[in-house]
């Protein structure tokens, strides 16, 4: 019987209860079986990870993985906490909070973009986890020199988060997807001849923005132009937190 989610979490910590001595050794480790579980759902999806395939993966039985894991839910915990352990995190370039900010988001846009299927764990209890633990103090620190209080610096880091996550959803890849570059470039002028004069507005913004972008929509510009005025919705709350928001670079 695997330990319970928690001590399976802080596995690598003195604290932490260990496996009785006795029988044979065991052929993986669960950093092993979390490790292989990674790697599959990087490759093939999260949709292809179950505990016959990963335990097949590993070259041992079903139930041998069950001593390591108690579930696929805690499995997918565990995955998603060791991605955020490993997450870099080198100490903030700039003194200034609204650059840490950006970093924080950037850094959490590309970490989506390298395991998307952290888009698909919604499970609250990786919240309980060492790399969770040591990502959200490391974010949190974005925020020094503002003013905000604890509720507002934890409030203010959850927005950049859910914002950062919408965001990645918006760019995940979809195989069924069309380059909308090209249908653009094809199908602009007839679309044009098509709306005619009937919706003037949307012709007309539509036609400025597809000229810029050369598409519909542009993932990398939405994302620019949505966390510069995520950054201008934190200035407020800072500007009434504190007249001194650190200094600028």
């Known amino acids: 019987m695997a330990r319970e989610l928690l001590d399976l979490l802080w596995r690598d910590h003195p604290a932490a209860p260990r496996g009785g001595a006795r029988g044979p050794r065991a052929k993986v480790t669960t950093s092993q079986a979390v490790d292989a579980a990674i790697a599959l759902a990087d490759t093939e999806g999260l949709e292809h990870l179950t505990v016959r395939r990963l335990a097949a993966e590993l070259g041992i039985s079903g139930m041998a993985l069950y001593t390591h894991v108690g579930s696929r839910d805690d499995l997918l915990v565990l995955m998603a906490d060791c991605a955020h352990a490993r997450q870099p995190r080198a100490p ?56 905000l209080d604890d509720v507002d610096r ?88 504190s007249d001194d928001p650190g200094p600028t670079v």
């Open 154 to 241: 934890d409030a203010a880091l959850t927005f950049v988060a859910d914002f950062t996550r919408a965001a990645a959803r918006a760019r995940r890849p979809d195989p069924r997807a069309v380059d909308m570059a090209e249908v653009w470039s094809a199908w602009s002028e007839r679309l044009t001849v098509y709306v005619g004069d009937d919706f003037p507005l949307a012709r007309r913004v539509g036609a400025a923005a597809g000229a810029v972008l050369n598409s519909s929509y542009s993932p990398g510009a939405a994302w620019e132009f949505g966390i510069e005025r995520l950054l201008d919705a934190l200035a407020v709350l800072v500007g009434t937190a």
């Open 92 to 147: 903030y370039a700039t003194g200034h909070w609204r650059a840490r900010v950006r970093e924080v988001a950037d850094a959490d846009l590309t970490l989506y973009g390298e395991h998307d299927w952290l888009l698909d764990i919604a499970d609250q209890r990786v919240s309980l986890g060492p790399g969770t633990i040591a990502k959200y103090d490391h974010d949190l620190h974005a925020f020094d020199h503002t003013g």
